[in-house]
């Protein structure tokens, strides 16, 4: 194997550790908010972020609104 093939791997593996890192302290200072305000589960944006029973936060996109299956009452 050669120099440059061995770098490019050592360094595609230095930044998935970095990046794995970085999402499990995202993931941490998530669960600490979300614990902290006495919540399991909340809503931002578009998202869902909830804690699940192993701990792990998760995150998942909601359908988009549909304005027309909305009941606004009429005043």
């Known amino acids: 194997m050669n120099k ?3 770098y490019h791997i050592i360094k595609s593996f230095l930044f998935r550790k970095k990046m794995s890192e ?5 993931q941490d200072e998530i669960r ?3 614990l902290t305000d006495g919540k399991n589960e909340t809503v931002i944006g578009d998202f869902k972020v909830s804690i699940r029973e192993d701990d792990l936060v998760e995150i998942t996109k909601l359908p988009p609104l549909n304005l027309q299956q909305l009941e ?4």
């Open 4 to 6: 440059k093939k061995l």
């Open 22 to 26: 970085s999402l499990d302290q995202l």
């Open 32 to 34: 600490n908010s979300l």
């Open 72 to 75: 606004l009452p009429l005043k």
